[in-house]
Structure formats: structure tokens, C-alpha cells
């Protein structure tokens, strides 16, 4: 690595412009050799860390690809509430490296069907009013069900997704400012990484509720997450949110980018292709107890869990400790924040019976999440359609055994 | 943050901003780029193709620059080798596999060779090398001939297996639109 760097330095200073004479290190890989020149050293005390004893760490399938090592899950069954602490969300990337970007270097532009194209400076960003907003990300092809030992833990099934509390701007005030014309309908993001990752957005979602954001749990955005500046696109597969921000185009038509139209584009089971799929589904999972864990003896329990949903708000989970027979309403974390995990929780027994715990969300527009037979049902496959599915959003059962053990279920 | 009942009143103001575009701005922050800041940064290819550079290139030049700067990763005809996955034939399709690539335009992968590839040395390729490369990960996956000459104007003509296989851009999406049970897009 570090080889690629420099072309992609130069086209990058090239288009921050006035940058004359600062060559060096505007865009580095992590993976290069060269030192930050400022680095500073940050210990425990100057940055706290987590204690010693405590091991709650991202996890990868190992299933190999060609990205697997920025594959990286949320370690969901040890978190509590409904904030992930930046350093353990969710990543999965595909780019080249994380790049290394230097702010003061950094710009975004705006141009295309605009009256007025702008570049801002990080500075000038952080001078327009800005707004703190709660909302989850979750990969397209989160809770995939997968085969073997991995599909036992909902780390691995279900982690693609985190949600954090990130801060600031309208992209709709840059658009306003740059006076989109008329005729446009599209936006085209893109980052500043090595491969310059693309996609397509519909204007109408862009001047609605889209952040460009610079800030996540009250730190600036993490360098893995999309430092200095991202997009967050709310309720919407996380592919769209561009991370290492540099350009919006606004144009009047999806651009088909690669990683919108080949590599995440998908098959309908009768062969027609889907290039947008956009919203993600209502969804929850029980994160404990889960799946890998093992209840050490009958008694209480809390069973607890996350929901979210891409049409807004969670409006109710139910929770069923009979397979899906019957369901009691969980009692849900306030306040219910929109495009956001939102916490639920239910006191329970155990008896030492083998039982099945699975739950359902419903959202504010009254849609159900369906069991996998459901779903299958309606698309008139099998189940297993699935394993290769993305936007799966069905209900996901943990088997307890008399042992205490816990395992999934789905395909029992 | 907004409250769940005011979801109908997004939607409306949603319709509202589309349609109230055009006004002048309110922080006067940012600076004015210049056409040189914009035409260096503007590489991304719609499937029109009117960003489209000068140059051209065949499958039978792309196979040379393919041996000295793909192979490595991508195996000598493009086989797969070194990448799980196999980058070429172009396309993962999934669940239902289709005959060759979820690739809808032509002008797709010359953008994503322009802009990502190399992998190692993105950016680095001349205009005429992107046209050979493309005509040659083309003609692998038999969809040109060999000698067919890609440029500006024949790139966009060509026709992607699955081009009419593909449903239209999220049919019927409109914000906040309650979706059927168990609906799986």
C-alpha cells in the first residue's frame, strides 16, 4: 500500500485548489509508511480507554473477500442503550484503504445543475447552522442468515448496523446556497478516497433530511466513519452515505455508478434486476440473550434488544418466548428518536424449558417485520433465497436449550 | 429531531423544497471555483456518456495494457486469480444468478476502471488506456467483438446483457409510503 498515493494526491490537490505548495500528506493511506507530521501521542489519560477487563471488540466473519479486512461487525449483545460508541461501529468498506485526510486540506464542492458552485473549507462548514440528529446506519446486507459457527453470534448476523448521534449541515442549505436549477434530480456523492467511491441520491431525499456530517458522539467523525466529513442519508441502506465527502454533483439523472448498479445491485427471483432499493425494512433482534450466549440457570432474566426501522420511528416490539405463538409487548427506551436503534426491553423467567425468543417490530407507518417464512412466502421462494439476499429483514429466533445454551433458530 | 406525527407534514414540505429551489443565498460562505478546480474533479460518467473524454481504444490494445497492469489481481484473461470473488466476469449477481453482468451501461466500467483501477494506482491510466481496458473486460465477458473501437460516441451504444432486465429506478418510491407486508424490494 502507499504506492497508490500519489496520483491520488495530486488529483485531489488539484481539486482543492490554492493549495499550492502543501504536496505532502493532504491524502495518505493509514497503511503507508510515513508518520502524520503533527501526530500526537494519545495515552489513557489524555484519551480514556476502556478497562483492561473489558473486551468489547468489533469482530469479523473471516470469510474471505476481497474487502475483508475493513469487514468489521458491532459487537451488539455487549452495548447497552441505543448509542454506538464510535470505535466500535460498524465497517465495511469498499475502498482502497481509509485515507488519511488532512482537514485544513480537505474541501467540498458543489457544482453541476447549480446556479452558483461553491467549494467550502472544513471551516466554513462548521460556520452554517448545524443540527445534532440520532440516526442508524445498517449495510444493505446486514442479517444475511449465515451457515455454521458464525451465524451463532448476532455480532456476526446483525452488526452491520450502529447508530450514533452525528452533527452537521443541512446538505439542503448547501444545495440552497448553491441554487439548485431546474430540471435536476439527482445528486451525485462521492468521496475522496483512493477509488473515488460514488453514488446516486434522489434531490428529493438530499433537500429533505441528509446530513453532511463532521461530528459522531460529540467527537470529530472517526477516520474509518468518513474524517473529516460524510454524508448520513437516514433510514436508507448505509452504501449511500459517502464517507470522506470531497463533491456533489447535482445532475438530472442516477449516474450508475459501480457500487450502485453491479456490485450492489440485486436479482428479484423472477431475473429482474434492482439497481435502488433505498429505505431498509422495519427490524429487530433480541441482542440478549442471543445466539453463542448461555443462560447460567433458571430464574429472571431480562430479555433485551434493538429495533429500527427505515420508515421512521419504531412504533411498537413485541417479544415471544413460544416460537411466535404469542406475543407480549416489550416496553421501548424514550424517547423513540426517528431512523434510529431504538432499545427495548422485557422482564422474563426461565424455567429450564427449551424455549424460542424471537421479536417483532412495527413502524410508525404500521409496517410488520415478517418471519422468514413470511417473506419467503410472498416472494414465492424458499427460506434459503435469503442467504443471499440483501435488505433481509426477518424475524430472528434464539433457540434456549434445557443447557442454557443459545442458538439460532431461524432455520430450525 | 422530529416527532413520528409529523411525517405527513415532511412529506409536504419535502414537495415544497423541490419546488422552491431557486433563491439566493443566505450565509454567502465558500468560495467560487474556478472551470479549471471544477474540470479536474469532475470524472464521474453518466450513462449518456456526454462526459465521455476524447480517445478510443480496442479489445486487442486492452489486452496488452490488461497483462501489464490487471493481471496481477486479476489473472492473465481475466479469470479471477488472486481476488476471491472474481472480478471478472464483471457483476456478482445475486440471489438469482443472471447470465452475465448487473451492469445496466457500458459507461459503468469505464468510470469505475478511471476512477478506481489499478487498484493499487487509481487515477493513473491515459483516456485511451480506459477505452482498450474497457473493450477488452468487454469482450471477455462477450458482449463486443474484438475489434470493435470504443470512443465517446460507440461506448454508450453498447448493449449491457441485462440493460432491459432491469427494473426501473425504485418503482414507486416516494418518502414516508407505506410498503405491503413482508415487502421485499
Not at chain 1, 457544482?111 to 442508524?136: A, C, N, Q, W
Not at chain 1, 460524510?230 to 433510514?235: D, I, K, S, Y
Request: hydrophobic share 35%; aromatic share 8%; net charge positive.
Amino acid at each position: 500500500m502507499g504506492s497508490h498515493s500519489h496520483s491520488d494526491r495530486r488529483r485531489f490537490l488539484m481539486g482543492g485548489a490554492a493549495l499550492a505548495g502543501v504536496v505532502t500528506g493532504a491524502v495518505r493511506s493509514v497503511r503507508g509508511q510515513t508518520p502524520a507530521p503533527e501526530a500526537r501521542p494519545r495515552d489513557n489519560l489524555a484519551y480514556g480507554q476502556p478497562s483492561r477487563f473489558d473486551d468489547t471488540i468489533r469482530k469479523t466473519t473471516g470469510r474471505a473477500t476481497a474487502i475483508s479486512d475493513t469487514a468489521l461487525m458491532t459487537p451488539l449483545q455487549d452495548l447497552d442503550g441505543i448509542i454506538t460508541p464510535s470505535g466500535l461501529h460498524f465497517l465495511m468498506d469498499h475502498v482502497n484503504g481509509v485515507p488519511d485526510i488532512d482537514p485544513q486540506q480537505h474541501r467540498l464542492l458543489i457544482h453541476g445543475m447549480v446556479d452558483r458552485p461553491l467549494i467550502y473549507t472544513m471551516d466554513e462548514l462548521k460556520r452554517l447552522p448545524s443540527v445534532s440528529r440520532i440516526y442508524f446506519l445498517e449495510c444493505n446486507a446486514n442479517s444475511r442468515p449465515l451457515r455454521g459457527p458464525n451465524g451463532e453470534s448476532v455480532q456476526l448476523v446483525h452488526g452491520r448496523t450502529s447508530c450514533s448521534e452525528w452533527t452537521g449541515v443541512l446538505l439542503s442549505i448547501l444545495l440552497k446556497e448553491c441554487g439548485v436549477q431546474k430540471g435536476a434530480s439527482w445528486v451525485v456523492a462521492e468521496g475522496s478516497d483512493a477509488n473515488k467511491y460514488t453514488m446516486s441520491i434522489p434531490l428529493g431525499k438530499a433537500m429533505d433530511d441528509i446530513l453532511v456530517a463532521y461530528a459522531q458522539n460529540g467527537e470529530p467523525v472517526r477516520p474509518q466513519q468518513g474524517y473529516p466529513v460524510r454524508l448520513v442519508v437516514p433510514g436508507w441502506e448505509a452504501i449511500r452515505s459517502v464517507k470522506w465527502l470531497s463533491r456533489i454533483k447535482v445532475v438530472d439523472q442516477p449516474y450508475m455508478a459501480w457500487h450502485e448498479s453491479g456490485n450492489n445491485a440485486d436479482t428479484r427471483p423472477d431475473g429482474k434486476g434492482l439497481w435502488f432499493r433505498f429505505e431498509l425494512g422495519p427490524k429487530s433482534v433480541i441482542t440478549r440473550p442471543s445466539g453463542g450466549q448461555r443462560l447460567p440457570g433458571h430464574g429472571p432474566y431480562e430479555i433485551t434488544g434493538l429495533a429500527w426501522t427505515g420508515g421512521g420511528a419504531v412504533r411498537k416490539v413485541e417479544v415471544s418466548t413460544d416460537g411466535g405463538r404469542t406475543y407480549k409487548e416489550a416496553e421501548l427506551q424514550q424517547p423513540v428518536h426517528r431512523y434510529a436503534h431504538t432499545r427495548f426491553r422485557i422482564p422474563w423467567k426461565w424455567s429450564g424449558e427449551e424455549v424460542v425468543l424471537q421479536s417483532r417490530c412495527t413502524d410508525e407507518r404500521g409496517e410488520v417485520q415478517p418471519t422468514i417464512a413470511e417473506a419467503a412466502k410472498n416472494l414465492r421462494v424458499t427460506p434459503d433465497y435469503f442467504y443471499e439476499a440483501d435488505h433481509f429483514n426477518g424475524i430472528q429466533p434464539w433457540k434456549v436449550n434445557r443447557d442454557g445454551s443459545i442458538q439460532n433458530a431461524l432455520f430450525l | 429531531m422530529r416527532c413520528s406525527s409529523s411525517l405527513l407534514t415532511a412529506v409536504i414540505a419535502l414537495l415544497a423544497c423541490v419546488t422552491a429551489l431557486a433563491q439566493g443565498p443566505t450565509y454567502q460562505l465558500g468560495r467560487t471555483p474556478s472551470e479549471e478546480d471544477i474540470k479536474a474533479r469532475d470524472i464521474a460518467i453518466s450513462p449518456d456518456g456526454k462526459e465521455l473524454p476524447p480517445g478510443s481504444g480496442t479489445a486487442k490494445e486492452g489486452a496488452t495494457i490488461f497483462a501489464q497492469k490487471c493481471a496481477a489481481c486479476h489473472g492473465p484473461n481475466g479469470t479471477g486469480g488472486g481476488l476471491v470473488r472474481g472480478v471478472i466476469p464483471l457483476g456478482n449477481a445475486k440471489p438469482v444468478k443472471l447470465a452475465f453482468s448487473l451492469v445496466p451501461y457500458a459507461t459503468t466500467v469505464w468510470d469505475f476502471i478511471n476512477r478506481a483501477m489499478p487498484q493499487t494506482k487509481p487515477g493513473s491510466l491515459t483516456a485511451n488506456e480506459v477505452y482498450a481496458a474497457t473493450a477488452y473486460v468487454l469482450y471477455r465477458n462477450d458482449i463486443i467483438n474484438e475489434t470493435d473501437v470504443l470512443d465517446a460516441k460507440s461506448l454508450p451504444k453498447v448493449q449491457m446483457p441485462n440493460r432491459d432486465n432491469f427494473l426501473p429506478v425504485q418503482p414507486g418510491w416516494k418518502p414516508g409510503a407505506k410498503r405491503p407486508f413482508g415487502y421485499y424490494p
